[in-house]
T-cell receptor, first 111, second 112 residues
Framework: GEDVEQSLFLSVREGDSSVINCTYT??????LYWYKQEPGAGLQLLTY?????DMKQDQRLTVLLNKKDKHLSLRIADTQTGDSAIYFC???????????FGRGTSLIVHP | KAGVTQTPRYLIKTRGQQVTLSCSPI?????VSWYQQTPGQGLQFLFE???????NKGNFPGRFSGRQFSNSRSEMNVSTLELGDSALYLC???????????FGPGTRLLVL
């Protein structure tokens, strides 16, 4: 199976919170990332968390890490139409800085 | 600081041809990585260069090669193009904090 798994789609109403989930298999992962990709653009690093952390908050973004279950989530508060994009979860295995990416979750925000 | 730039942005080639893509990293960044993004395979790591040396390599055939110059600019080359090489090729650079990569907008390659 894939090393990093994400659901393919998420649809939310503008103003609601979005929660994008990710699971990974490598227990030696050191860093876990969330990237955003808008149509026709490259990847934008949104935030990342070191594996010894449980949570990281950055303005509207909250990252939660459950290392025991190898589960990572990204919560976007007050989701706006401009948040519509593909969100990629990624992890780097121990000893490497080369990330392994999930397939991405398409977030659709409707009015 | 200017971001990562990639040229050209779009490219159309025919099977059997070769192509060279260019990436200019953020000023001061010495690590440059290349990725291939396709709908079928997602984002796959090609290779990483650091100070003109290939430091990491993904699972791609030898038709895919790269190099890095003394100013950290990098090029990747694909020879004998196949239809399946049609993809978005992304370049990313890292500075002292190797755990953070900054991506360029990509080069979209279409092989006919």
């Amino acid at each position: 199976g894939e090393d990093v798994e994400q659901s393919l789609f998420l649809s939310v109403r503008e103003g609601d919170s979005s929660v994008i989930n990710c699971t990974y298999t490598d227990s030696s992962s050191t860093y876990l990332y969330w990237y955003k990709q808008e149509p026709g653009a490259g990847l934008q690093l949104l935030t990342y968390i070191f594996s010894n952390m449980d949570m990281k908050q950055d303005q509207r973004l909250t990252v939660l890490l459950n290392k025991k279950d190898k589960h990572l989530s990204l919560r976007i508060a007050d989701t706006q139409t401009g948040d519509s994009a593909i969100y990629f979860c990624a992890e780097t295995p121990g000893g490497s800085y080369i990330p392994t990416f999930g397939r991405g979750t398409s977030l659709i925000v409707h009015p | 600081k200017a971001g990562v730039t990639q040229t050209p942005r779009y490219l159309i080639k025919t099977r059997g041809q070769q192509v060279t893509l260019s990436c200019s990293p953020i000023s001061g960044h010495r690590s440059v990585s290349w990725y291939q993004q396709t709908p079928g395979q997602g984002l796959q790591f090609l290779f990483e260069y650091f100070s003109e040396t290939q430091r990491n390599k993904g699972n791609f055939p030898g038709r895919f090669s790269g190099r890095q110059f003394s100013n950290s600019r990098s090029e990747m080359n694909v020879s004998t193009l196949e239809l399946g090489d049609s993809a978005l090729y992304l370049c990313a650079s890292s500075g002292d904090r190797l755990e953070t990569q900054y991506f360029g907008p990509g080069t979209r390659l279409l092989v006919l």
